[in-house]
């Protein structure tokens, strides 16, 4: 039991870590050099055209939040790999009954039609 709780806390302080040190490491190490290109709208490598304001269909929304609440499931599995042979048969169960949450919810968007483009 204790080698699990282990693994568990060597998972978490280097995900901490990694997640605090490459952001730092990005900011010390990158060149502070500001040019008028730098400080210029970005559209795809062309010059900028058209109305910054327009209006985007719902459907690039519904994909984001779509996308994020799968790549969490994903995140979430990890400690609960490791959780599994502390808590036994609980964590099965509620693992499945996550899942189930999960998947009813992308079957009502695809129904309702919201991964159609």
Same mark, same amino acid.
């Given at each position: ?27 010390? *190490?990158?060149?502070?050099? +500001? ?10 490598? $062309?010059? !900028? ?6 209006? *985007? ?5 519904? +994909?984001?939040?779509?996308?994020? +609440? ?7 599995? $990890? !400690?609960?790999?490791?959780?599994? !042979?502390? *808590? ?18 992308? *079957? ?10």
């Amino acid at each position: 039991m204790d080698l699990e709780l282990n693994y568990f806390f060597a998972y978490f302080v280097s995900s901490l870590l990694i997640s605090c040190a490459l952001p730092l490491l990005s900011f010390l *190490i990158t060149p502070k050099i +500001v040019t008028k290109e730098k400080l210029s709208a970005y559209e795809c490598g $062309f010059a !900028p055209f058209g109305n910054a304001r327009l209006k *985007i269909t719902v459907h690039f929304y519904l +994909v984001a939040i779509l996308f994020l +609440v799968f790549d969490l499931e994903v995140v979430l599995l $990890f !400690p609960w790999c490791f959780a599994v !042979p502390i *808590i036994k048969t609980k964590a099965y169960y509620l693992m499945l009954y996550f899942f189930f949450i999960l998947v009813a919810g992308y *079957i009502y968007e695809w129904r309702r039609g919201a991964l159609e483009w």
